[in-house]
């Protein structure tokens, strides 16, 4: 059996398990990244939602062998960075977060949508998020906290 190689949160890391095994179950169980969380399974409500070669994917969805030779950024690496301050700044400015379930999926797609377009309108705020499912908000304070990550992280994005 060989490993899967990849880089997890900016780190190179080898997997020695079953090409098969589901990403989403490997962050969780193997490298203890809570943060990624198991929702429904079917890759339709973006609760494990990661980071995978700069593209917000439901690591549900994902099998380890699909994975070798990417770069993989959970909510735990995506910490660590000043993107992440301003984001988390809005999502409580606006009180976005209530039970807290979806939110790092959230956030990694707040960060996803705005490094692809830096001055997203609404609308396509609601198209970048229409993949993570919230029971709490009703969404508009999701979408008010990114617009206003958007104003506020002027030039990071």
């Not at 429904?40 to 917000?56: F, N, P, Q, Y």
């Not at 700044?89 to 707040?110: E, F, N, R, W």
């Not at 609308?123 to 206003?148: D, F, H, M, P, Q």
Request: aromatic share 8%; glycine share 12%; hydrophobic share 35%.
């Amino acid at each position: 059996m060989g490993y899967i190689e990849f880089k997890l949160n900016g780190e190179n890391v080898q997997y020695k398990g079953n090409a098969s095994d589901r990403l989403l179950d490997v962050l969780r169980d193997t490298y203890k990244l809570t943060g990624v969380k198991c929702g429904c399974k079917e890759g339709e409500c973006g609760a494990c939602s990661v980071i995978i070669d700069g593209r917000l994917a439901n690591s549900c969805m994902f099998a380890m062998g699909r994975v070798y030779g990417s770069e993989i950024t959970t909510i735990e690496g995506f910490s660590k960075t000043e993107r992440f301050k301003v984001i988390d700044k809005a999502y409580g400015d606006v009180s976005a977060v209530q039970c807290g379930y979806c939110i790092p999926g959230m956030v990694l797609a707040t960060e996803c949508i705005l490094r692809k377009n830096p001055h997203p309108t609404e609308a396509e705020i609601r198209r970048g998020i229409s993949g993570n499912l919230c029971r709490c908000t009703g969404y508009n304070a999701i979408v008010k906290a990114i617009e206003i990550a958007a104003k506020e992280g002027e030039g990071l994005w």
